[in-house]
């Protein structure tokens, strides 16, 4: 790999990462008000698609135990909206925003 396309290759990553601090940063209030409301009453179809695009990571905690990647949760080089609109089948980032919040809620129970 040449300098050029390792340097071009990182910019990518660091607008990808951009783009997903934007999403959550605009999606503050409708994160607080998922976390603020009880759990929905079973798993729906978009939460089950959620599901199956999230990525397990190692958590470094005590004698590590495996967990979901917080940031990128549908993987290095995969878009949260990005993903999102696939499933949605549009872009709605309030509804993509809630549908994970409440997705984290529910993996306890599945």
């Known amino acids: 790999m040449t300098a050029r396309h390792s340097i071009a290759a990182r910019l990518r990553q660091l607008l990808?990462?951009?783009a997903e601090y934007n999403f959550l940063k605009r999606q503050q209030q409708t994160i607080a008000d998922a976390l603020a409301t009880a759990p929905a009453d079973g798993i729906?179809?978009?939460h089950l698609a959620l599901l199956r695009k999230l990525r397990v990571t190692w958590l470094p905690l005590e004698s590590g135990a495996p967990g979901l990647r917080q940031f990128l949760p549908?993987?290095?080089d995969n878009s949260?909206?990005?993903?999102?609109?696939?499933?949605?089948?549009h872009r709605d980032e309030t509804l993509?925003?809630?549908?994970?919040?409440?997705?984290?809620?529910l993996i306890p129970d599945f």
């Not at 949260?80 to 089948?89: D, N, P, R």
């Not at 993509?96 to 809620?105: F, I, K």
């Open 80 to 89: 949260t909206l990005k993903a999102g609109a696939q499933l949605i089948g």
């Open 16 to 18: 990808l990462y951009r």
């Open 74 to 76: 549908c993987g290095k």
């Open 96 to 105: 993509l925003a809630r549908a994970l919040v409440e997705t984290a809620q």
């Open 44 to 46: 729906g179809r978009l």
